[in-house]
């Protein structure tokens, strides 16, 4: 996606969710684990969040949740927009969820600004093969320039104006 992106759009990855501790209010403020406080510094000087995520028995996974639940009571997250990817062409439920979810996560909620594409069991080449399609191709830049014009959009409105 990064090389679909809008000139001046850099898309930085997180793939560590297996690496975060399990989330506990106990371990918030200045006892948040390490991996929490590079993951939210990460989020901090982000302009806007996608986030992407496999369905697991119907539902968000458990890994995914619990990198939600380390955001919920933090400030980078907020008002931050995020918008949903999802690289499936089922996993219905876990996307009602995680709208729900991220709908309480973040004022700024892109929950109409939204990219579906049907790469599940697809090894990275395919992937990249699936995204040099015309009609992909054109799905991805349309969703990108998309989410920078949404992200513009809300930086223009504070936060504090916000309902």
Known sequence: MQELAPEGMTLMVFDQIG??????PDHE???????VL??????????????????????????????????VSRAEIIHKPIALVHASHRGADMLASMRLVL????????????LSLPLVGKSPEEVRVALG???????????????????ARCASVPAEDLP
């Open 19 to 24: 690496s975060l501790p399990i989330f506990s």
């Open 29 to 35: 403020a200045e006892k948040t684990p390490v991996a």
């Open 38 to 71: 590079a993951l939210m510094a990460q989020v901090a000087q982000a302009d806007g969040v996608i986030i992407s995520s496999p369905e697991y028995v119907r539902a968000i996974p458990g890994g995914m949740k619990n990198l939600i639940d380390w955001m």
């Open 103 to 114: 709908s309480t996560v973040s004022s700024r909620f892109l929950e109409q600004h939204f």
């Open 133 to 151: 399609q015309a009609g992909v191709r054109t799905q991805v830049i349309q969703f990108l320039q998309g989410l920078a014009q949404e992200i």
